[in-house]
């Protein structure tokens, strides 16, 4: 999927920490995963709540990757859909003769 940043709604730092909630307390994501490592850098999932909420450089970043996220799942979500849609159509049955 060739989608460039400029495609992408970026969500707002609100709706950012709110799926990070989510993820947290509906998913029960364990808070000490890695959410994102780059060179000597490592985000756990804990961590995303304070880079958020102080708009830190990484924060930026990593509210991109979360919009980013949220886009691939709809998307697969649509695609899923469409295909479920495909298989279930009745298949017209060929009249042969017999």
């Known amino acids: 999927m060739g ?10 730092k609100n709706e950012a920490m709110a799926e990070v909630h989510r993820w947290l307390e509906e998913e029960q994501v364990d808070p000490e995963k890695i959410f994102a490592a780059f060179g000597e850098t490592t985000i756990r999932y804990k961590d995303l709540l304070h880079h958020l909420e102080q708009e830190t450089p990484d924060g930026q970043l990593l509210r ?13 979500r649509q695609e899923m859909q469409t295909l479920l849609q495909i298989i279930s159509r009745p298949t017209r049955e060929d009249p042969s003769p017999s």
């Not at 979360?66 to 709809?74: C, F, P, T, V």
């Open 3 to 12: 989608t460039s940043s400029d495609d992408i709604p970026l969500l707002s």
């Open 64 to 76: 991109f990757a979360i919009s980013r996220g949220r886009l691939m799942k709809q998307s697969r």
